[in-house]
């Protein structure tokens, strides 16, 4: 019973809310097997070239509101990566407005603009950064909403040459859509099938479960999570026995998980926020039933700490949270995940300077980073329309994951990269001053190759 506090919330809980009341994808904002297929870009090589002039990037997150965290990691993420680069120190206090970097002869100019998690926002901002402010490529939205619109309306509608690097909005549906997709859209961010590949994979080759009822989100983040689980679960001859959409802030769980238990089912998928998560995984306790998806950001994972808390009999150990049978589950990035150079001068100037440990969407908002000022030295130029050429099939060399740790597959612009699988377990007290829950992954105890993770180029409406 106590199994059904699993993952569904740690991971599936991906996701947030928008400031129209949308909930939108990833942990952030949206938080099975198959090989990953495809193309596997050739490390991109820093050519002999001297790059001058200025990078003018439009970077948009949410910056305020209850879920500005999302936000804020996204954007500290970002700025550890281009202090990586830059030899320099990371950025802080940053606020809407101009800063600015030198790097040589380059400058990089950085335009903040707050998202509000609105997509309505997103678009406006979008739309002035590249017609008023003439910026060189846009970054970020944390919403998978807000991503939408700005290709839908911006990116792919300008007439300029503006790349958009897309993140940490995780809809898969963003890059591997033909609707969306564009050779000017890219994405360094993991994205909801990467995860479902990974999970569903662990889930049907590692555990007794080979039932499942499926419950998500009735919008493009729960239906991603639970689209590209059932693909990946059934690929691998896991029954799906039922499945079930429902609105934000729906709290009548227990009629869906006795639906769950009269089907027979052994686990269930939950693609909720953090908004809805409580309320899931509150009733799911109270089912003989196992919930999986994957850890999600410092918000969710003090929901579901405080959840374990609540239940769990007496101090919360690992011992009891293996004895429970919760987890493992899977994670994009967390700070802990990764044994390297790299990483470790990451954590280290991240915590610095921002005083958090690196969390989910970070790794991937460095890697964003890392491209552009990559392109740029490879091409010798900071014009958009050469970044896009340079930044088409690279494999990013300085990231988190380690060297060469993120490759832009030529098809979608979607970067593929490992993922791991891990458990739940008591925050150590190294980190409990970093990391504000009391629950925090182990470490890894599977690795998912950037190959195994990714969405073959067979498996996606887009060929760029």
């Known amino acids: 019973m106590l199994g059904a506090i699993a993952a569904a919330g740690i991971g599936g809980a991906a996701g947030c809310t928008t400031g129209n009341g949308t909930e939108t994808t990833s942990e952030s904002d949206d938080d099975g097997g198959g090989g990953g297929g495809g193309t596997t870009a050739e490390t991109t090589t820093q050519a002999d070239v001297s790059a001058s002039g200025t990078v003018k990037i439009g970077v948009m997150q949410p910056m305020s509101g209850d879920l500005q965290y999302y936000g804020m990691q996204s954007i500290w993420g970002f700025l550890s990566g281009l202090a990586y680069k830059t030899d320099s120190d990371p950025l802080t206090g940053v606020s809407e407005g101009t800063e600015t970097i030198e790097d040589g002869d380059v400058t990089w100019e950085l335009v903040f603009r707050d998202t509000e998690f609105s997509a309505d926002q997103a678009q406006t901002l979008a739309t002035n950064l590249v017609q008023d402010e003439s910026v060189d490529a846009l970054f970020g939205c944390s919403s998978s909403s807000a991503a939408q619109r700005v290709v839908d309306t911006v990116v792919?509608?300008?007439?300029?040459?503006?790349?958009?690097?897309?993140?940490?909005?995780?809809?898969?549906?963003?890059?591997?859509?033909?609707?969306?997709?564009?050779?000017?859209?890219?994405?360094?961010?993991?994205?909801?099938?990467?995860?479902?590949?990974?999970?569903?994979?662990?889930?049907?080759?590692?555990?007794?479960?080979?039932r499942v009822f499926l419950m998500g989100a009735d919008y493009s983040f729960g239906q991603a999570v639970v689209s590209n689980y059932r693909e990946v679960l059934e690929a691998n001859d896991v029954e799906i026995v039922g499945e079930r959409f429902v609105p934000q802030g729906y709290d009548d769980f227990d009629g869906l998980f006795q639906q769950a238990v009269e089907a027979d089912a052994q686990g269930v998928v939950g693609g909720f926020t953090v908004a809805t998560l409580p309320n899931f995984m509150t009733a799911g306790a109270n089912y003989d039933v196992r919930i999986f998806g994957g850890f999600a950001t410092e918000i969710t994972n003090s929901v579901v700490g405080g959840l374990l808390e609540n239940i769990i009999d007496g101090e919360l150990t690992e011992q009891k949270v293996r004895d429970a049978q919760i987890g493992p589950f899977t994670t994009r990035y967390h700070w802990n995940q990764y044994d390297n150079e790299i990483n470790s001068s990451f954590v280290d100037m991240y915590t610095s300077a921002y005083g958090k440990v690196p969390d989910l969407f970070t790794s991937g908002t460095f890697t964003a980073a890392s491209a552009f000022h990559q392109a740029v030295q490879a091409s010798g130029s900071t014009e958009g329309v050469d970044l896009v050429d340079a930044m088409t099939g690279m494999t990013v060399a300085d990231t988190p994951k380690g060297t060469d740790g993120y490759a832009f597959q030529e098809y979608d612009n979607q970067a593929r990269s490992e993922m791991t699988i891990a458990y739940p377990v008591p925050t150590e007290d190294q980190w409990s001053e970093y990391w504000g829950a009391s629950i925090q992954p182990s470490d890894p105890v599977s690795r998912v190759s950037m190959d195994e993770s990714t969405v073959p180029e067979s498996g996606v409406d887009c060929s760029l």
């Open 156 to 210: 792919n509608t300008s007439g300029v040459d503006v790349p958009y690097m897309a993140g940490p909005a995780a809809s898969a549906t963003l890059t591997s859509s033909a609707e969306t997709c564009s050779e000017q859209l890219f994405r360094a961010n993991e994205n909801t099938a990467m995860d479902a590949r990974s999970g569903g994979k662990y889930v049907a080759e590692e555990t007794d479960v080979d």
